[in-house]
């Protein structure tokens, strides 16, 4: 789920160029006397679409001709010179994305209550989006221009929804043709560029898991090291999503997608010396299993899409620890009793670790798994939790304060997918609530 990460697109409108939205006082364009609402049209003569293209045309470059549409309509021509790796001060409007014309069966889209925020409708597939914020595209519809700008631009990595490399299956899964399900082309074009790509797979059972998915993984592997690594999520359905083409994930399927995979990832293991295909945490979480160790995910390659994320919270959690104890014996630990929320999968992971926390810290933090109401089908990651989700565990919540998934928030304000603003969550709860990540978690002790 990326829908954070853009600009609800449905309201906004192109123009020729990029709007500024914010100047750095004393900054060099501030100097230039550019202001929010100026709209710079070229660089040295090249057009400027949005902010990667003013990234791009101004790298590097000492001198610049720089040709502007101030916000009265009067037009500019800046001749500018600056030194080297001098910033120009600027903030730009947010890039608007391009939209896919696929019909994929489990798209999330599909599984939105109707009162959903608008940015959660946005199907967005757009190879700018996947290279700042690793959001993935299906490559279907990507034009000769965007291609050449990935391989001009260097907009290296990006992240590509393969979900199958038989494309009869892939065709059957986007709702295209074949034709534009094959991808082969243009992944090669991409990685004799020196494109690097991370790939994922969407697994729906009984469609493209079993000897499909060993297959896909397999195909992928052959382009390794360019093909960096395969994230193998698991459908998630919603209430409100009843294509019965679609099968519900569960227990057993994730059981045995475990044990498949780790065979495969045994043999590229020893082949190219990464794991190479990664499960979804909730794959584990869902079987029982315990997730693996930090070793088996590297340098975590696709942490953001829920692969070693729980790992990766363990370490964080015990290098906090560790660090409360050097502390305690020096200056002791604010004592604190509040209650935690999160996704019912990874309650219990929370659990476990905060309740020797508390044992070891003289704390009390009391953990909820909520279900989540809001989406309800198989939706349990914290991330996707609403207000009304939180709202609903009123009777439970104990102690000084609540505390909510930071990434249940849009990104930089204070709003929950169904629309609740935090300020409103706290009144109706009666006390206060910090939406937290580890980092805010720790600055609770310290
Ligand atoms: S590519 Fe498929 S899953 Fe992604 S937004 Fe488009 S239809 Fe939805």
Avoid at 190 to 216: F, R, S, W, Y
Avoid at 247 to 252: D, F, G, H, L
Wanted: glycine share 8%; proline share 4%; aromatic share 8%.
């Amino acid at each position: 789920m990326y829908e954070f990460a853009v600009a609800p697109a449905v309201t906004q409108i192109r123009r020729r160029g990029v709007v500024i939205t914010e100047v750095t006082p004393e900054s060099l364009a501030a100097e230039l006397e550019l202001e929010a609402g100026d709209r710079i049209l070229r660089i040295n003569g090249r057009a400027v679409r949005d902010y990667l293209d003013f990234r791009f045309q101004t790298g590097g470059e000492t001198e610049l001709i720089m040709e502007v549409r101030k916000q009265s309509g009067e037009e500019w021509e800046l001749d500018i010179e600056r030194g080297e790796g001098e910033d120009f001060g600027l903030g730009f409007e947010q890039i608007v994305p391009r939209q896919c014309a696929n019909e994929c069966l489990f798209c999330f889209c599909k599984g939105n209550p109707d009162d959903a925020r608008p940015s959660l409708f946005i199907r967005d597939e757009d190879i700018r989006l996947s290279f700042l914020y690793g959001n993935y595209t299906t490559l279907t519809s990507i034009t000769e221009d965007e291609m050449a700008r990935v391989i001009d631009q260097r907009l290296t990595p990006q992240y590509v929804s393969v979900h199958a490399t038989d494309w009869d299956i892939r065709a059957y899964l986007l709702g295209i043709d074949k034709e534009r399900a094959d991808i082969s082309g243009k992944i090669r074009r991409m990685i004799d560029a020196g494109i690097e790509i991370h790939a994922q797979v969407v697994l729906c059972p009984g469609i493209n898991d079993g000897e499909v998915l060993k297959k896909t993984v397999e195909d992928l592997s052959a382009f390794h090291p360019m093909i960096k690594s395969v994230a193998i999520v698991p459908l998630g359905l919603t209430r409100y999503n009843t294509d019965t083409r679609l099968t519900a994930v569960s227990p057993e399927f994730c059981v045995r997608t475990i044990d498949e995979v780790s065979q495969i990832q045994e043999a590229y293991q020893q082949r190219l010396g990464t794991n190479f295909a990664f499960l979804g945490d909730e794959i584990y979480l869902k079987a029982g299993k315990k997730v693996p160790t930090r070793k088996h995910y590297g340098d975590y390659p696709q942490i953001e899409d829920g692969i070693g994320m729980v790992t990766s919270f363990q370490q964080e959690f015990d290098a906090l620890v560790r660090k409360l104890r050097r502390r305690k014996l020096k200056a002791g630990i604010p004592q604190v009793e509040a209650t935690v929320m999160t996704g019912s999968l990874f309650a219990p992971v929370l659990k476990a670790r905060l309740e020797k926390f508390n044992a070891e810290f003289g704390s009390k933090l009391h953990v909820i798994g909520l279900e989540n109401q809001y989406f309800g089908g198989d939706v349990s990651v914290a991330g996707l939790l609403t207000g009304r989700d939180f709202l609903g565990a009123k009777e439970q919540i104990r102690g000084d304060l609540a505390i909510i998934p930071a990434s249940s928030l849009k990104s930089g304000e204070s709003i929950m997918l169904d629309g609740m603003r935090l300020e409103d969550l706290e009144k109706e709860l009666g006390l206060p609530v910090h939406a937290m990540d580890m980092r805010g978690f720790s600055e609770l002790f310290m």
